[in-house]
């Protein structure tokens, strides 16, 4: 069925955070109601709506991570790409920080 996907173990992991996010998420949203907060960006948030602004940031970190790998090679000579697992934890970190702080 996901033959067409390169599914590798740093990928999985990523999906299987999002799907635990989203449960952890609706179940928080069920016992505790949110309620609308403005930080670092210009409008006012739910915890939805910061989840999705991470997830989307999340998303770019690693497209652009992937995209950038074998110029990133190139430019710091190594010898292979970086590996996705350092752009997994940029990515949840980078989504940690907008969760908590935007």
């Known amino acids: 069925m ?3 996907m390169a599914w590798t173990t740093p990928v ?3 999906f299987v955070c999002i799907v635990f996010m989203l449960i952890g998420m609706t179940v928080w949203e069920i016992k505790s109601p949110t309620v609308l ?3 670092f960006l ?11 602004i991470g ?3 999340a998303a770019y970190i690693n497209l652009a991570w992937v995209g950038l790998g074998e110029r990133m090679a190139q430019w710091f000579s190594l010898e292979a790409a970086p ?4 752009s997994l934890f940029l990515s949840m970190a980078a989504l940690a920080f907008v969760m908590r702080k935007a």
């Open 37 to 39: 907060r403005k930080g």
């Open 83 to 86: 590996s996705v697992w350092i």
């Open 2 to 4: 996901f033959e067409w």
């Open 42 to 52: 210009p409008i006012a948030t739910t915890r939805g709506d910061r989840l999705f």
């Open 12 to 14: 999985a992991v990523f």
């Open 55 to 57: 997830l989307l940031t």
